[in-house]
């Protein structure tokens, strides 16, 4: 059976890697991973994709057009069921570790004019998101339009990140704040 689930993983890459933007090598996929538009998708080396996760990038809605990448760095691990919805750009540098249900997105529907249903109003974007390297996002963790998240940086499950995470450092809750820093003097996590 385990000879069987390779061969699968196999040809779902094989399959993928000559509709995306660029992929790279030793690409593992799981089952039942939905791409839109994977020529706005570029992946690294060694990048591991969990069972139903969703990568969606928009190119039009209603009516708007617009020019989305999501671009996964090497070494990157993504587990079950996330999901990653873009109007400009989702950058996840290497070697950063998602565990399940983590949800990144760089736009929200407008809710402006009452007399429009939210469903037909623009998408609203504070700009792209970029988590840089070694970056580890915790089970069912929102990480929202316009962060930035430092290098080696936690943030905990559940959390809603909706400002910058400095590098080396622990966020936590909703809306997320900084709960430790790693002090690269003592080289100790401590508490804020």
Request: glycine residues 8%; aromatic residues 12%; hydrophobic residues 40%.
């Amino acid at each position: 059976m385990m000879r069987f689930e390779k061969l699968l993983r196999l040809f779902r890459s094989l399959f993928w890697s000559k509709k995306f933007g660029a992929i790279g090598k030793k690409f593992s996929l799981g089952k039942k991973v939905t791409f839109n538009h994977p020529q706005c998708i570029f992946i690294g080396d060694n990048v591991r994709i969990g069972n139903y996760s969703y990568f969606l990038p928009c190119v039009e809605y209603e009516g708007v057009k617009y020019s989305p990448k999501i671009v996964v760095g090497d070494g990157c691990c993504i587990g079950i069921r996330n999901s990653f919805a873009c109007i400009n750009k989702i950058e996840i540098k290497n070697n950063v570790l998602f565990a399940g249900y983590v949800h990144v997105t760089d736009h929200s529907h407008g809710y402006e004019d009452v007399n429009i249903p939210i469903k037909k109003q623009r998408l609203i974007s504070k700009g792209p998101v970029i988590i840089e390297d070694d970056c580890w996002l915790g089970f069912s963790c929102e990480i929202l339009s316009g962060v930035h998240i430092g290098r080696h940086s936690i943030v905990a499950a559940r959390a809603v990140v909706t400002k910058d995470v400095p590098p080396y450092s622990i966020v936590a809750g909703n809306p997320a704040k900084v709960v430790k820093q790693f002090n690269l003097k003592t080289k100790c996590w401590e508490k804020i």
